[in-house]
């Protein structure tokens, strides 16, 4: 079944700097791949996706990458604002039910 | 109007009890799960059904039984509780694969097994 793992477990950057947290999984047959953060304290919530058929997305400040011969994607955070500390969770689309399947998660901390 | 709601939030218990957690999403979807997230944060799977039926049994106790009334509706009913069952649990509805399975989680259930 699919497997992903997630580096780094923490994260700690300056305000204004960038972040990057970077996934790998072992499933090739995967084509869905989202990036969830969550609060302390409150629900995962999705803030981007990518789908297999693309190699990069963008939402201000939040960019998406994969590379699937390399089966591997990542998330880019620009001018990290301390509002953007969190716990992120990569996913992967995998197994024939396709059911996501999380990493262990990146704490970020972005410091005043 | 929440789109996907649990309830009881908090839930202090002492062990062997018997509990169950409740969940209800109004997104119209046909998919619904429970995760459990420990103390590491770890986000494991437990149930998924669709359309009332199990899809996912991932590998959890029978303590654990998941109920479906219907496809809005995924109970979790927790048997004789131990220690290590102290987590959240967090109830899920997805969209269609097809369109992309983007999943939303309800606020959570903190249960305290003392």
């Known amino acids: 079944g699919e497997n992903v793992e997630q580096h780094p477990s923490t994260l700690s950057v300056q305000e204004g700097d960038s972040a990057v947290i970077k996934c790998t999984y072992s499933?090739?047959?995967?084509?869905?791949f989202p990036w969830y953060k969550q609060e302390l304290g409150k629900r995962p919530q999705l803030i981007i996706d990518i789908r297999s058929n693309v190699g990069e997305k963008k939402d201000q400040r939040i960019a998406v990458t994969l590379n699937k011969t390399a089966k591997h994607f990542s998330l880019h955070i620009t001018e990290t604002q301390p509002e953007d500390s969190a716990v992120y969770f990569c996913?992967?689309?995998?197994?024939?039910?396709?059911?996501?399947?999380f990493g262990k998660g990146t704490k970020l901390s972005v410091k005043p | 109007d929440t789109a996907v709601s649990q309830t009881p939030k908090y839930l202090v218990t002492q062990m062997g009890n018997d509990k169950s957690i409740k969940c209800e999403q109004n997104?119209?979807?046909?998919?619904m799960y429970w995760y459990k997230q420990d103390s590491k944060k770890f986000l494991k799977i437990m149930f998924s059904y669709n359309n009332k039926e199990l899809i996912i049994n991932e590998t959890v106790p029978n303590r654990f039984s998941p109920k479906s009334p219907d496809k809005a509706h995924l109970n979790l009913h927790i048997n004789s509780l131990e220690l290590g069952d102290s987590a959240v649990y967090f109830c899920?509805?997805?969209?269609?694969?097809?369109?992309?399975?983007?999943?939303?989680f309800g606020e959570g259930s903190w249960l305290t097994v003392v």
């Open positions: 996913a992967a689309e995998g197994g024939s039910q396709g059911n996501l399947i």
């Open positions: 499933d090739s047959a995967s084509n869905y």
């Open positions: 899920a509805s997805s969209t269609p694969r097809r369109i992309g399975n983007t999943i939303y």
């Open positions: 997104l119209g979807h046909d998919t």
